[in-house]
């Protein structure tokens, strides 16, 4: 049997069965670690698709508001259960099919299960206030109702935790769901969706159309039939998505980008520091959208930081990210490799100095993956390149500051505000990061990072539209408010 036909073919999942896109045609995923192997042939779907699969969420809309919310968490639990027993299955996909480190793959996939099991309890809890009337005879409430069918579009950097913090809660308030994930890892989101199936989810609730962002992306912006749309991914799409929402009146979500700030102060404890920022900055190399990119440290220690940095960045093993021994896995596409290259080239011309890395690595096995070496650069100004844009890469830009005000200016000078993070004993410069910077996530001696599933995500400025993501607050974006009066 040759290579090619052991290779899966993955297939749309419309209305509760598998079947082929209209157009016959399908794509390799590949893993960006050894580009000769093809993880899987997904679909390359048409518009055809699509509207086979929002007219079969729009059919199963009725049935699914039906039921109560802690029916319908009895299927998020059951999904949960199906998921944890492929745990080991989908993060080897992931691991596979996008680059991170198994490890990392495993840990998001249990969170994925745990966000699940943490939207099942969330179909029990209260969904509306008694307000009082001026009418002593009547019953003034508000209740919540779904939106209807709701558009799912995602990216491949968390292919399993973002479509399911999105899902979770779509589902269990009561709307029904077309999922279209990021081409390049949907394979792993088939395996998620083989689960839904497995765990019963009736037919049309959720339905997956896999295809290129441009023709099934901006069918789900332009489909009359889907009520919300909810996005993570770039800045220019996520803007394109909000006009084309807004035009014809559907609700939207966006999460984007970040450029996110780390400040070190004189006074932090450095190792500690030093490990929050390569962990921040570098982990699932550097593909995060909470990833630290600019570093500002305080002039009296910066020699220190650096010095200590660079120590630990030169030891990062980068590899494929199936061996135990790995840190850094591969960039997870050939265009991002790309992208990031050409990032690293700016910084060089713009007058940056380039303290390590900055190279493809291309050494023996490694030359046939997107494998780029942990970049850290300083001497960068804050209008540099590689200071106000996105990377998305393992690229760290070291900024010398004076003083706190200082770096609190030079921290909110960009378009993003995402996440945020200060190093500091001293309470006095605590409270004036937490009341300044312009972040939506804000952490104290702590490593730049998303939040515990439990709490709000999101940012401020460009990386955000006005909703959160996670937690409670997810009930506002994927539910409508209903104010009744009742008079017998
Ligand atoms: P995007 O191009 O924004 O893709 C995100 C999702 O949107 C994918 O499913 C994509 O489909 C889809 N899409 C693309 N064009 C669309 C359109 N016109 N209408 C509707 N949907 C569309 O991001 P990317 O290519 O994955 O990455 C590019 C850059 O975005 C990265 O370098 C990074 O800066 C940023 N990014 C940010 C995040 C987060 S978490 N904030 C995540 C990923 C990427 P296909 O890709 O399948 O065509």
Known sequence: MSVETMVKTYLNYIDGEWVSASTNEVEPSINPAKKYEIVGYVQKSSKKDLDKAVAAAKKAKQQWRKLSGPARGEYLFKIANAMERRIDEIAETMTREMGKTFPEAKGETARGIAILRYYAGEGMRKVGDVIPSTDSEGLMFTTRVPLGVVGVITPWNFPVAIPIWKMAPALVFGNTVVFKPAQETAVTAAKVVECMDEAGLPSGVVNMVTGSGSVIGQGIVDHPDINGITFTGSNQVGKQIGQGA?????????????????IVLEDADLDLAVDATISGGLRSTGQKCTATSRVFVQSTVYDQFKENLLAKVKQI????????????????????????????????????????????????????????????????????????????????????????????????????????????????????????????????????????????????????????????????????????????
């Open 317 to 488: 093993k980068v590899g494929d990210s199936m061996d135990p021994e790995t840190w850094m896995g591969p960039l997870a596409s050939e265009k991002q490799l790309q992208t990031v290259l050409s990032y690293i080239r700016k910084g060089i011309e713009e007058g940056a100095t380039l303290l390590y890395g900055g190279r493809r690595l291309e050494e023996r096995e490694l030359k046939n993956g997107f494998f780029v070496e942990p970049t850290v650069f300083e001497n960068v100004s804050p209008k540099m390149t590689i200071a106000q844009e996105e990377i998305f890469g393992p690229v760290l830009a070291l900024i010398k500051v004076d003083t706190l005000e200082e770096a609190l200016i030079l921290a909110n000078d960009v378009q993003y505000g995402l996440s945020a993070s200060i190093f500091t004993k001293d309470i006095g410069s605590m409270l004036s990061f937490i009341n300044e910077i312009e972040a939506g996530l804000v952490r104290i001696n702590a490593e730049s990072a998303g939040v515990e599933l439990q709490a709000p995500f999101g940012g401020m400025k460009q990386s955000s539209s006005h909703s959160r993501e996670q937690g409670q607050a997810a009930i506002e974006f994927f539910t409508a408010i209903k104010t009744v009066f009742v008079k017998a």
């Open 246 to 262: 807004l035009a014809r009146g559907a609700k939207y979500q966006l999460e984007m980008g970040g450029k996110n700030p780390v």
